[in-house]
């Protein structure tokens, strides 16, 4: 894979939350440092080099829009990832007005802030994946057309699907919520109710995968879905 | 009394100026009517006495030296244009005549009216051949036994009486000027102000709370009267703000523990080998994913519904919206073998929060394929009515039952044709309403003649602002 580890600065002023971040993030092979405070998080990127920030919108000092506003006018570019429990529109934009780069609100699973900061390192460091030769088990994928090729078969994709199957195949291996999907895919920021993204998966699954064979695509209950090349 | 007479819909300002026109139009009428009645009488008995004067004048120089001293006055000149003198013989013939030509025209009798002595006078009214215009002459039996004649056309005073009518006409078309002055600052001290506060009034119903009214150009009444309605609304508005960050910090309260459990129960499904504990956790994951959605929807529909929700307005055309939507909800559609359709044969751009009203829509969309049954059919359709844009969203379900209809709006009510294994708490109706309402919009509900029901939305059109 592309990504090499981070070093990441988390800021947030629940205690229980930073400990779980803290672990996911170095059982994905990060390392961070964890700050309480807006006044303490400013200090520290002064002092340390850091990937990128992992900000609490609720601070007890300040809040996070201003800290990311100072970290911008103090010269820091690295990329800020937003945690919040406020979730409207209203917010995201004020977040990402103020100079950071994405959202996540409360409460979150891992696999979707990581497969955030990963897209966030993605970009700062301007890396793209290679367009050709992606393959998906026996499948070829043709981006340029949107379909999949397999020794004289081809599949067709609506542009929605193909828009699904990049997102999942951008985090490959990692289990992408539903809030997650809707919001890359669809650009939706709320449960739309019916099993929409199930439905959806269902089609695609039934696209890409052999009959009775197991599947690329699978579901894990409570947490997702997460595409797995199959041979 | 007045308005009766105007049609309804015609506005004060028009009213108020026919109204004054007319008032000074009929004033100045009656006053030259009455006027010139006046002068006419005035001027009609100052000529009687002209003519009398002046008939006693010649009879008198006629009965001293006889025709040529009338024949020397005339030769000397200086005789109004307007007079004439006629001397006649006691047969009727004609002796003496200087009638200049304004004079003219007039038949002029042969003999007096009625038998007469010597010095003894008449006056007789004669009319003009051809004009309306009238002589007034006096007779007068001469000691010779001849008839002087002394007439004096009217055809001045009618000038003069016109001229001074025409004066008259021209000073009322002056004062109804003058007298429009108070109707300009009527408009614009009183009517203007009603309209702009009626305008700020109007914005405020669609759910505005920063507009305030403002009226710098009106009477002090009005102007107390908007420091008071603003008075109000500030008070509202801090109560708004107030409601807001509650709800921020009541989203923050409740979403922070929700977090620390979730992820807690995914460390622990995560490490665990033991399939029943991992799937134990995923439900436990499930239920706090609902949890923080209720919670949201809970926030959002109390905010919506005090005006307190923060709308990121944007353009954006609601067919594209749609049939976004119509995208969204297709598999799923086909998956319960049901039929979607989209009706949207328009564009239609609008000013609105983009993801608050695809929140809507969807509520919509999710009860419609709850209560629809398979081979069922659902659309979702965009209409204009007047002013306003319509989304509709139609299925083949049971339909509501009369206590419905009121009713599947208000918080936790589910309708009668809910079970026990249809989703939901009986929110996402009151959350659509509180949606629509922030964006000055309308909801309503009705069965459908064919069977199932049918949910709308209306919207104002590009009359919101931005918050």
Known sequence: MLFSTMHLLLVEDDSELARQTGLWLREAGHSCAWREKGGAALVALGTENFDAVILDVGLPDMDGFTVVEQMRVRGFTLPVLFLTARDNVTDRVRGLKAGGDDYVTKPFAVEELMARLEALQRRAIGGVQPAVNRHLGRWTLDPVKRRLHADGETVELSPREWTLLEVLWANEGRTLTKKFLLEKVWDIQFDPGTNVVDAMICRLRRKIDAPGGPSHLQTVRGKGYVLQAVS | ?467
């Open chain 2, 1 to 467: 009394m007045f308005s009766k007479l105007f049609p309804k819909r015609l506005p004060s300002t028009w009213r108020l100026g026919l109204l004054l026109t007319v008032l000074i139009t009929c004033s100045t009428g009656l006053c030259i009517t009455v006027a010139g009645w006046a002068m006419r009488r005035n001027l009609s008995s100052i000529a009687r006495a002209v003519v009398l004067d002046d008939l006693g004048e010649y009879a008198v120089l006629y009965n001293r030296n006889g025709l040529r001293e009338i024949t020397e006055v005339f030769a000397a000149g200086g005789h109004e244009e307007s007079q004439a003198v006629r001397i006649t013989s006691a047969e009727g013939r004609a002796i003496f005549e200087q009638v200049p030509e304004a004079v003219g025209g007039y038949d002029w009798p042969d003999h007096a009216p009625v038998k007469m002595k010597p010095s003894e006078t008449m006056l007789v009214t004669i009319q003009h051949s051809t004009r309306d215009q009238h002589l007034l002459a006096g007779c007068q039996v001469l000691d010779d036994g001849n008839v002087l004649w002394f007439g004096r056309t009217d055809a001045e005073d009618i000038a003069y009486v016109d001229h001074i009518r025409s004066q008259l006409w021209l000073a009322g078309l002056a004062s109804t000027a003058f007298m429009l002055l108070p109707l300009w600052w009527f408009v614009r001290h009183v009517l203007n102000p009603v309209n702009e506060l009626m305008n700020s009034a109007r914005t405020l119903a669609q759910g505005r709370t920063d507009e305030r009214l403002i009226a710098p150009h009106a009477v002090p009444e009005l102007q107390a009267f908007a420091a008071a309605f603003n008075a109000g609304l500030d008070r509202i508005d801090a109560l708004t703000s107030e409601l807001q960050s509650a709800n921020d910090n009541l989203a923050h309260e409740l979403r922070t523990p929700l977090a620390r459990i979730r992820g807690n129960l995914e460390i622990f499904h995560d490490h665990s080998e033991n399939a029943q504990a991992r799937d134990a956790a995923a439900r436990g994951m499930e239920e706090i994913d609902r949890a923080a959605d209720l919670v949201q929807t809970i926030l959002t529909t109390r905010a919506g519904e005090h005006q307190a929700l923060k709308l990121h307005l944007e353009p954006c055309d609601l067919r594209e919206l749609l049939a976004q939507l119509h995208d969204l909800y297709q598999a799923a559609a086909d998956e319960r073998g049901l039929r979607f359709d989209l009706e949207a044969p328009f564009p239609q751009p609008a000013l609105i929060d983009r993801q608050r009203i695809n929140q809507a829509i969807a509520n919509l969309l999710d009860n419609a394929f709850a209560y629809t049954p398979g081979r069922g059919r659902v659309t979702l359709a965009l209409e204009r009515r007047g002013g306003q844009i319509r989304i509709l969203v139609k299925d083949d379900g049971p339909g509501l039952s009369d206590s419905d209809f009121q009713a599947v709006w208000r918080r936790y009510t589910r309708g009668s044709a809910a079970t026990a294994n249809t989703p939901g708490m009986g929110l996402g109706l009151s959350l659509v309403r509180a949606l629509i309402h922030a964006h000055g919009g309308q909801t309503g509900c009705r069965n459908r003649e064919e069977g199932g029901a049918e949910f709308w939305i209306d919207l104002p059109v590009g009359e919101a602002k931005s918050r």
